[in-house]
């Protein structure tokens, strides 16, 4: 008997990506393993999608394939709104610890191609193997894996947005596992204990230096609380403006982007969006000639990510990774032993040898091999059994929003011309 074709046009395929979501959302509420290595709904439901695909087309039952024109709009929409989060002058807030903190997370993305590249080298393999297991999932996670995977096949590395979404996955188990016992360790190891918000908060024990991070975090909270209370709820006028912000960024965007190609460039269409949006988010901090709604353009950008991880979940090959087995697990473990002994040798000293650098350790695991809500997560058990730790709560948070994502798709970019 042959197969059955399914072909999805653009409305079928926006349906099934919303029922594969809340298939994700189901499950979470029903498996608490889930929910505690902080999986995201579509990740959970794409996945389950991509292995029945999978079982159905392997015995020949049928061949599933599907639009992916708002898979592209969804993207374009989500790394947009990050471009929105970029203000420098939150990022100067910061100080020193957030300073110290991009350069050993621009470190630890130059290590993770590094190793992904040597690797990639000893089992014979593309250089762009080492790509596609190196920083684009591990740091970056499923969002960047879906976005780069494309532009890695074009260049000539088959199945890569398949291997970078399963690198990307186990990373996110994985970094969900390592942070907590990471960060644990170190209090033990080193009899660390946290600060008391007393001790913090008077001028005579506190460094200058913290307390300028819990003046910018006040502020920050403070600002919401404002906004809160002058009754700007989310409405249709905010709503309509965030999303004219991130529409007229998308399109100017893609000029940008295409100015790049034109010089011979591989260039992602929404890293041109991104910077865009990081300059109108500027020049509204600087001139106040214009708001930024940023509440509602982080909404718009999270409904785009669900949407998008769904539908490039639920279009993978699990079949094609068969022959890379081998050597895709042991590129993936030697990235879980790498932040290992990069948080315990480096990053934990570089950040002080104290509780907060322990917490932020922990954190590191989280993000460096999954996405920042795992790195909040990991934090948040330090928090729960050993005390607070604020400095970390405003550092890790602040990198893995504000920064990672510029930093990673630049070096991955410029990494991508070099090998393509």
């Not at 697990?329 to 950040?351: E, N």
């Not at 917490?359 to 695991?365: D, F, I, N, P, S």
Request: glycine fraction near 10%.
């Amino acid at each position: 008997m042959d197969p059955i074709n399914v072909n999805l046009n653009i409305y079928q395929t926006l349906a099934a990506a919303t029922a594969v979501y809340y298939v994700g959302v189901l499950l979470r509420i029903k498996v608490p393993f889930l929910r505690r290595y902080c999986l995201p709904a579509p990740v959970i439901g794409g996945i389950i999608f991509a292995i029945l695909n999978a079982i159905l087309y392997t015995n020949g039952i049928w061949t599933y394939k599907q639009d992916t024109i708002m898979q592209n709009v969804c993207m374009m929409l989500f790394f947009t709104s990050i471009g929105y989060t970029a203000s420098i002058s939150l990022i100067r807030k910061g100080g020193s610890l957030v300073a110290k903190m991009a350069v050993l997370t621009t470190l630890l993305i130059l290590c993770q191609n590094g190793i992904g590249i040597a690797l990639a080298h000893v089992f014979d393999l593309s250089p762009l193997m080492g790509l596609a297991t190196g920083s684009i999932p591990m740091v970056g996670g499923h969002g960047t894996s879906g976005s780069f995977g494309p532009v890695l096949e074009s260049v000539g590395l088959d199945n890569a947005t398949t291997i970078a979404f399963a690198a990307a996955t186990f990373g996110l188990v994985s970094g969900s596992l390592l942070g907590g016992p990471m960060g644990e360790f170190l209090v033990r190891h080193y009899g660390l204990t946290s600060v008391a918000d007393e001790e913090r908060l008077d001028p005579a024990n506190t460094s200058d230096e913290l307390q300028k991070l819990e003046q910018a975090a006040h502020g920050e909270r403070k600002a919401i609380d404002e906004e809160k209370r002058a009754g700007q709820s989310i409405n249709n006028y905010r709503f309509m403006n965030a999303l004219a912000h991130l529409l007229i960024a998308m399109g100017l965007g893609t000029v940008v982007s295409q100015i790049f190609v034109n010089f011979g460039l591989v260039f992602p269409n929404y890293i041109g969006s991104m910077l865009v949006a990081a300059i109108i988010r500027n020049v509204s901090d600087y001139t106040h000639a214009y708001k930024v709604y940023q509440r509602e353009s982080e909404v718009l950008g999270n409904l785009g990510l669900t949407i998008f991880l769904s539908c490039a979940l639920m279009s993978l090959k699990l079949w094609q990774l068969s022959d890379l087995a081998i050597p895709l697990m042991a590129m993936l473990l030697s990235q879980v032993l790498f932040i290992a002994l990069f948080v315990k040798f480096l990053l934990f000293r570089v950040m002080g040898r104290n509780y907060e650098a322990a917490v932020m350790a922990a954190g590191t695991c989280g993000f460096g091999l999954g996405a920042t809500p795992n790195a909040i997560a990991n934090m948040s058990v330090m928090v729960e059994r050993f005390g607070p730790a604020p400095t970390a709560f405003f550092v890790i948070p602040l990198i893995g929003a504000l920064i990672v994502d510029f930093v990673n798709s630049s070096i991955v970019t410029v990494l991508l011309n070099l090998l393509a």
